[in-house]
């Protein structure tokens, strides 16, 4: 075999060697969570800010708009953690915004969506009270949890494509 | 007899260098407070500090609009119709590039007013669709945010990037024609738009004519008043 004929068969394996210890991280129930995972976060996204809009007009709707949006967050927050499998970050090969430090700081990601949970169940609590005034220092506080974990552990919006 | 007065050729071969006004005070505030928000948007924008990127972003939109106004209505050196010409004229200048002997412009140059059209039109276009962006921790979204769904939100607050990163490129070529003017053209653009004015050999015909302070006053308060609309005032209407 000639030497490059050797070198790109040397190559190959490499890659199927890099393929194959991809895969044992990430395999395909991994790979699944990603979208999902975006859509889920994507409706909360569009929940809170269902809430912060509407705190911010004359006439709240509370019954049609705030305590259904909350209840989507309440409901949603308690599966958060459960949708970052390991290998389900970018060396899937699939687009996501979620950085490796997930992985490599599990302790510390895993503290901080406990306290978003926490700060989103404190929301619908202070919800079902009807006081905009107390539920916009709230929707403020969940937001906060919400950025203390973004800000380490999710790819900085500039940084990153359209999320579609 | 002649109206024209005798020359006196000792006076004129002692004759000290004078300052010409170009600027007046607003458009150099104007200009410099611009130059500061844009760089506190910037590092607010990439280190997640969004309170302070919207504080920073409404000061822009502050600004573009009383300098839209005093556009209009300011002192000459200032006024779009001072310095907008026909594209016949801007390659008539542009033409004239490469020699160093032409004289310094009065005010803005025919392809240093495209910089400043080009310049304004795209601040308002960043400032415009962060006005409507979407922040992804639901905290600090442009006001009105509210008039479009989280995902059209975050699409325009990925467009607000995409226009940021057109603005640093007009920023760029805006330093590099200074630099080229400075280097190449002997002609320092930065001084005149700090201290107003720049020393000539020989006194010249032009003059700045400034225009009341009432106006500027006026302006301002159009300009919050505006601003105030779109941060709060929308939110009477709903």
New interface residues.
């Given amino acids: 075999m000639s030497r490059i004929g050797s070198r790109r068969v040397q190559g190959a394996v490499l890659v199927c060697f890099c393929l194959i210890a991809v895969g044992a991280v990430a395999g395909p129930a991994e790979i699944a969570q990603i979208k999902p995972r975006q859509d889920k976060l994507r409706d909360m996204g569009g929940a809170l800010k269902a809430v912060d809009d509407e705190l911010k007009k004359r006439t709240v709707d509370w019954d049609n708009v705030v305590l259904p949006n909350v209840q989507t967050l309440k409901d949603r927050s308690g599966y958060l953690l459960n949708w970052f499998p390991k290998g389900s970050g970018p060396e899937s090969g699939v687009k996501t915004y979620a950085l490796p430090a997930i992985w490599q700081k599990n302790d510390d990601f895993v503290k901080l969506g406990k306290a978003a949970q926490a700060e989103t169940a404190k929301l619908a609590q202070v919800a079902a009270g009807k006081d905009a005034e107390a539920l916009k220092a709230q929707a403020l506080a969940t937001g906060k949890a919400c950025k203390a974990c973004h800000d380490n552990y999710r790819s900085p919006d500039y940084e990153k494509e359209n999320e579609d | 007899m002649s109206a024209v007065p005798a020359v006196d050729e000792t006076a004129s071969a002692t004759l000290k260098p004078a300052r010409l006004r170009i600027w007046d005070g607003p458009t150099r505030v104007m200009h410099w407070l611009l130059v500061i928000l844009i760089g506190v948007c910037w590092w607010t ?2 280190h ?1 500090q969004l309170e302070y990127h919207l504080y920073a972003g409404y000061g822009i939109l502050w600004i573009v609009v009383l300098r839209l106004y005093w556009g209009f209505v300011g002192s000459s050196t200032a006024r779009f119709a001072h310095f907008v010409r026909g594209p016949r004229h801007m390659l008539d200048y542009a033409r004239t590039l490469h020699r160093r002997d032409t004289d310094h412009s009065y005010g803005h140059n025919p392809l240093g007013a495209v910089s400043v059209l080009v310049m304004l039109g795209v601040v308002l276009a960043v400032v415009g669709l962060g006005l409507f962006a ?1 922040d ?4 600090y ?1 442009g006001p009105l ?2 008039f479009v ?3 059209t ?3 325009l ?2 467009m607000h ?1 995409t226009w940021f990163e057109y603005l640093l490129a007009v920023i760029a070529l805006h330093l590099a024609a200074v630099a080229f003017y400075y280097i190449y053209k002997r002609q320092n653009l930065v001084f005149p738009m700090i201290s107003g004015s720049r020393t000539v050999a020989e006194p010249v015909e032009e003059k700045l004519r400034t225009v009341p302070v009432w106006r500027l006053l006026l302006g301002a308060a159009i300009a919050s008043a505006i601003v105030w609309l779109v941060i709060d005032g929308v ?2 209407f ?1």
């Fill in positions: 924008g990439i997640n979407v992804v921790d639901g905290l979204s945010s509210i769904s989280f995902k939100g975050r699409h607050a990925h990037y939110y009477y709903t």
